[in-house]
């Protein structure tokens, strides 16, 4: 099959990828002509494992082609995927949906025969029907079906969701729309996993409604973790209690910084305004956003504490700075916040994080990025892991710091607090 992927970011990219590894001719189109040149050189804008081989291979195979040329891409496509971003409004708790709009206008120019336009960007109910509005005279004329196909692929894990989904989603009541995308996932819906089809609404409906509960969860654990430390229990018990029970499940049920990334934040927002619009109350998600909000400041004012308010001129370190780990991406990590404040406090701030220096960290006064975790840190008095990359799980603090006293604040709650006492070592964990 021939598939059009407009936007190389995260969904776009992992997304053409991934259809062109299952034999498909994919055409990725970018408006951006360093990206695409970047991309047609073998290098990808993302931190993502794997994903460069993959890309690399099918290139190699001419399934892979990388264009600024998006009438070309269109035309030779038998199914357009919109994989554009839709971040937050400023001032506003929207989405902004210009770019989704912008491709619809361009569509409009470009289709002269039958295509199948797939929205894959995480968009709020009644943009599908938005798109058909101005789609309008080419679905008049039957030479359109308008998707919804909403993408549940994990940062740092992108690549196994891809190929093994939990279930693919399909929002259509067109029957040749549907056979069409049916066929086109046959490959993957075979391994055990579930292919959903029903209306476009429902599509646009259970990615926002997924995110928001699964945000939900990490912030109910992360209050129960504030419980935990004033009742001297430790939150990874109750974790590990609540998730064996199977209607809960223990994934997202890890105590830590609040949740970041390009996905819960903004669309947690964009639930609300769309409830919001429709004069509906959704008091539990606003409650979960108020709460992953003063989950940063809670965090900050824990690390204040730890240095006795004593912070001038002490070094701290950060072990990792991404809001997860095997993903580059910094959007609302707890990190930044955390160091702003920090810095303020004239602390001499250290960070090493494995996908490299970050930008968004340059503007901060008193930061250094280092290039190893043993330069980072030297000397050290506290060292702060942010972010549970591999290469932290296994660390010998007392060779690292070679410093008679310094203090760890396990964010992630690696390590064992027995194990860290009977070094001698002063140890925080989160809920514990």
């Known amino acids: 099959m021939k598939l059009c992927m407009i936007g190389t970011g995260y969904v776009g990219l992992v997304s053409g990828v991934c259809f062109s590894d299952l034999g498909n001719t994919v055409y990725c189109v970018d408006k951006d002509k360093k990206k695409i040149d970047s991309l047609n050189n073998g290098i990808i804008p993302i931190y993502e494992p794997g994903l460069e081989e993959i890309l690399k291979r099918n290139y190699k195979a001419n399934r892979l082609i990388f264009t600024t040329d998006f009438k070309k891409a269109v035309s030779n496509s038998d199914v357009i995927f919109i994989c554009v971003g839709t971040p937050t409004k400023r001032n506003s708790n929207s989405a902004n949906l210009k770019y989704v709009f912008d491709v619809a206008h361009q569509l409009k120019k470009t289709i002269s025969k039958y295509k199948i336009i ?29 998707v919804s196909n909403p993408e549940f692929l994990r940062e740092g894990e992108a690549i196994r969701d891809f190929i093994y989904p939990d279930r693919v989603v399909v929002g259509t009541s067109s029957k040749r729309a549907n056979q069409t995308l049916r066929s086109l996932y046959l490959p993957i819906i075979k391994k055990t996993s579930r292919y959903f089809n029903t209306s476009r609404r429902g599509a646009e409906m259970i990615k926002y409604a997924s995110n928001a509960f699964l945000a939900t969860k990490i912030s109910y654990i992360n209050e129960l973790a504030n419980l935990c430390e004033k009742t001297g229990v430790d939150i990874k018990d109750v974790s590990f209690g609540m998730g064996s029970d199977e209607r809960i499940g223990e994934r997202f049920l890890r ?18 305004d769309t409830a919001n619009k429709f004069e509906t109350d959704l008091s539990i998600v606003k409650n979960v956003i108020k709460s992953n909000d003063k989950r940063k400041i809670l965090l900050t004012q824990k690390i204040e504490k730890i240095l006795n308010k004593k912070t001038n001129n002490k070094i701290i370190t950060f072990l990792g700075v991404t809001f997860k780990p095997n993903t580059d991406d910094m959007r609302e990590a707890s990190s930044i916040p955390m160091m702003n404040f920090l810095s303020k406090k004239k602390c001499k701030i250290r960070y090493f994080d494995p996908s490299g220096e970050k ?31 591999n290469v932290f ?15 760890i604040y396990d964010m992630r709650n690696i390590y064992s607090p027995i194990k860290m006492k009977h070094m001698k070592i002063r140890y925080y964990g989160v809920g514990r």
């Open 255 to 272: 105590a830590g910084p609040a949740y970041g990334g390009s996905c819960f934040p903004k669309d947690t927002r964009a639930l609300i």
């Open 118 to 146: 797939v929205t894959k960007s995480t968009v709020p109910i009644t943009t599908g029907d938005k798109i058909e509005k101005i789609l309008k005279r080419l679905k008049n004329k039957k030479l359109v079906d308008v």
């Open 393 to 407: 799980k296994l660390l010998n603090f007392r060779k690292l710091v070679k410093k008679k006293n310094f203090s």
């Open 359 to 389: 930008k968004e960290l340059s503007k901060i006064k008193n930061v250094k990025f280092c290039k190893s975790i043993s330069l980072a840190c030297f000397k050290s008095d506290l060292i702060i892991i942010h972010t549970e990359w």
